[in-house]
């Protein structure tokens, strides 16, 4: 795996929940092959959590997205109305906690912040002004509709709203559009589109690291983590 100042990128990111270890379960999905599901398990010891803290959900193929990944652990564990927080391994999120969602009174949120670029899935938000925490008016993939940018961190209330939410976004017949792609973006508008609220936080640049492509490990490489 990838080192950087002396450990894995997969350490830095797993750090990065401390608050929740032996908190929250924490649900890893990984490929069978290359020993990933071992280097998982030695790595989680060494960070201090035992087998009742995690759980590995291996795959034999690839899956169509995150969100099929998602929906693919959530199968193959016990049901849950437990709340539900999905991160990619590629990004590092420093001294992450939860938002207090039952002050704002929302389904779910999504962390963003301001970056260029049209890569990334986009927030529209209600406010007219800057504030830390606000409510989602649209949700966009590729399509650049405001400034803010998902971090790639995502939040439900339950699972069971993620699931039903998966399925009117990608397995309704109603839909006749071909997905190349199950993102898990796409799942927030068609719960607005439902009547529900979600909420986003705007993080501090501080607080994220992107290490998912060679340009953004390289350049990290080069600075402290965290600036």
């Excluded at 990111?13 to 649900?27: A, D, K, P, T, W």
């Excluded at 006749?176 to 799942?187: N, T």
């Amino acid at each position: 795996m990838l080192d950087l100042d002396g450990r894995t990128v997969f350490d830095h990111v797993i750090s990065g929940f401390h608050r929740y270890f032996g908190r929250e379960l924490l649900v890893f999905v990984c490929r069978s092959d290359f020993g990933t599901p071992e280097f998982i398990r030695t790595h989680l010891r060494a960070l201090g959590l035992t087998n009742d803290d995690f759980c590995i959900v291996e795959l034999d193929q690839e899956t169509r997205g995150q969100a099929d990944t998602v929906m693919r652990a959530l199968d193959a564990l016990p049901k849950s109305h437990e709340g539900l927080t999905i991160f990619n391994v590629d990004s590092i999120r420093h001294d992450f906690c939860h938002l207090q969602l039952d002050t704002i009174r929302s389904s779910g949120y999504l962390e963003v912040i301001e970056a260029a670029g049209d890569h990334w899935s986009f927030v529209l938000p209600f406010e007219s002004q800057k504030v830390e925490v606000g409510r989602v008016r649209a949700v966009a993939e590729k399509s650049r509709i405001s400034n803010f940018c998902s971090t790639g961190l995502y939040y439900f209330d339950q699972t069971l709203t993620f699931k039903e939410l998966y399925h009117a976004t990608y397995k309704s017949n109603s839909s006749a559009q071909v997905i190349l792609e199950e993102y898990v973006a796409p799942i927030y508008e068609t719960g607005l589109q439902q009547g529900l609220q979600f909420s986003y936080f705007v993080l501090k640049p501080e607080l994220i690291d992107f290490c998912g492509i060679p340009s953004e490990y390289e350049a990290l490489r080069k600075r402290k983590i965290g600036r």
